[in-house]
């Protein structure tokens, strides 16, 4: 009981000292904002209103961008669709690769024998099918018809598509990888397919 009393008493005796010591020190609120204040005064270089600067001048801006048109014109790209039974599936691949304005060219190889591909197909879409190439195939070649189709092609190197895989979610970036350094494999699958295609390449 003393205890308490002990420190109930040395509370109500510092309680006069804290309050003549108040008017010493700044309100915490009003501090805060002077000190973002300051911080932004000092980078006043960094703040555009709703823009942010992100370091980059326009001229080094106008330059990358120079540099992505070089690119896109000196690794022109032919896009290779493997066709074998999914025409439907073929026909949205086809629209997505034609939508994407990536690829120079399309070539549709058509593995399948009992089946005679034509631009007919895709004739619904609101493209041009200029860029358009089918070659069916008299034989059944599996992955080998991707490489004779980018035989085929006119363009330094090739993109390969199955009629039934959607590129879609990675397509932009795997290009972009390939301009940035061209003379590597790019791929986005499994590591055994990579492995064959390293093989072929």
């Known amino acids: 009981m003393q205890g308490i009393s002990t420190i109930l008493l040395s509370c109500l005796l510092s309680l ?22 300051e911080s932004m005064n000092k ?64 070539i549709i190889w058509n593995n399948n024998p009992q089946i005679n591909l034509e631009k007919s197909l895709f004739q619904n879409y609101n493209h041009s099918l200029e860029s358009i190439r089918i070659i069916n195939s008299k034989e059944n070649l599996k992955d080998q018809a991707k490489y004779r189709a980018c035989v085929e092609a006119k363009t330094m190197a090739c993109f390969y598509v199955d009629d039934d895989w959607d590129a879609s979610s990675y397509l932009k970036s795997l290009v972009a990888d390939f301009r940035a350094d061209p003379y590597v494999l790019h791929s986005a699958t499994d590591p055994y397919t990579f492995y064959t295609n390293l093989i072929w390449t």
Do not use: C
């Not at 006069?16 to 204040?37: A, G, H």
């Not at 690794?75 to 939508?99: E, F, Q």
């Open 16 to 37: 006069p000292f804290l309050v003549q010591l108040r008017p010493y020190f700044p309100n915490i609120k009003q501090m805060s904002q002077s000190m973002l204040e």
């Open 43 to 106: 980078n006043i270089g960094y703040n555009y209103g709703d823009q942010i600067n992100i370091g980059f001048s326009d001229f080094e801006l106008i330059q990358a961008k120079n540099r992505e048109v070089e690119l896109q014109q000196k690794y022109d790209l032919t896009a290779i669709v493997l066709h074998w039974k999914r025409s439907d599936s073929t026909k949205i691949v086809v629209d997505y690769l034609l939508h994407s304005n990536l690829f120079k060219e399309i």
